[in-house]
């Protein structure tokens, strides 16, 4: 199981990359066009932008 350690940082490194992701895709998000439509992020909380 040498590989072990190496493997585990991949996992790592994957979830990082897949969190920062998210994260850009929630901030770039704007709200649908459409009436009774979930604000976007940025429409929610405009002084954190």
């Not at 850009?24 to 976007?40: D, K, N, W």
Request: proline letters at 8%; hydrophobic letters at 45%.
């Amino acid at each position: 199981m040498s590989g072990l350690p190496d493997f585990l940082e991949l996992c790592h490194l994957a979830t990082l990359v897949m969190a920062r992701a998210i994260a850009r895709g929630v901030y770039e998000a704007t709200a649908l066009p459409v009436e009774g439509a979930q604000p976007a992020w940025r429409d929610r909380y405009p002084d954190r932008c």
